[in-house]
T-cell receptor, first 114, second 115 residues
Framework: AQSVTQLGSHVSVSEGALVLLRCNYSSSVPPYLFWYVQYPNQGLQLLLKYTTGATLVKGINGFEAEFKKSETSFHLTKPSAHMSDAAEYFCAVSTNTGFQKLVFGTGTRLLVSP | EPEVTQTPSHQVTQMGQEVILRCVPISNHLYFYWYRQILGQKVEFLVS????????KSEIFDDQFSVERPDGSNFTLKIRSTKLEDSAMYFCASSENPTGHYGYTFGSGTRLTVV
């Protein structure tokens, strides 16, 4: 079974500062990893995903994440935070075998101050 | 860009009433899912559906829940007798591939409030 741990339920940054949201996963088989963003009262929007190939994945809105198998991590970063980045971010895992569901982490709320 | 459409966006119902949440998945997707998010908590898997059958369901998905693809385009979630603890945001999702290789597309959700 897969699981995801997101460290920090809330992360606060200043506008223009580096954003780092942490995600560690557990999977007995090669994982597929995802980051979703949820703006207030909205649905889940895919930011980026890792399935195979290059371990550094670039997504929308300037976000990127790096799959590190040795560390079982898939941390989300953005060099310079913008006010519009304030939202809830969810890391999720599935696998490449069979009919898979997404298993989500508990989410991290990103707060951006001027 | 193709979207997953969910209706209604909000629904308020009395405890014990039946509700049906509707979803229109992306047209060429064959794999369908329902998830729910209780306020302030993480997104939880309810059920996956393929070829007119449930593929997997979680322990949350008890006999009060059912899913159906009644007409080849809609994908519905029915809760037969709602309880207060069913209050949550319900998300429908669809995917082209069962492993999510191409990602899962989520709808904007239905906020269900049971009073």
């Amino acid at each position: 079974a897969q699981s995801v741990t997101q460290l920090g339920s809330h992360v606060s940054v200043s506008e223009g500062a580096l954003v780092l949201l942490r995600c560690n996963y557990s999977s007995s088989v090669p994982p597929y990893l995802f980051w979703y963003v949820q703006y207030p009262n909205q649905g889940l929007q895919l930011l980026l995903k890792y399935t195979t190939g290059a371990t550094l994945v670039k997504g929308i809105n300037g976000f990127e994440a790096e799959f590190k198998k040795s560390e079982t991590s898939f941390h989300l970063t953005k060099p310079s935070a913008h006010m519009s980045d304030a939202a809830e971010y969810f890391c999720a895992v599935s696998t490449n075998t069979g009919f898979q569901k997404l298993v989500f982490g508990t989410g991290t709320r990103l707060l951006v101050s001027p | 860009e193709p979207e997953v459409t969910q209706t209604p966006s909000h629904q308020v119902t009395q405890m014990g009433q039946e509700v049906i949440l509707r979803c229109v998945p992306i047209s060429n997707h064959l794999y369908f899912y329902w998830y729910r998010q209780i306020l302030g908590q993480k997104v939880e898997f309810l059920v996956s559906f393929y070829n007119n059958e449930i593929s997997e369901k979680s322990e949350i998905f008890d006999d009060q829940f059912s899913v159906e693809r009644p007409d080849g385009s809609n994908f519905t979630l029915k809760i037969r007798s709602t309880k207060l603890e069913d209050s949550a945001m319900y998300f429908c999702a669809s995917s082209e591939n069962p492993t999510g290789h191409y990602g899962y597309t989520f709808g904007s959700g239905t906020r269900l409030t049971v009073v």
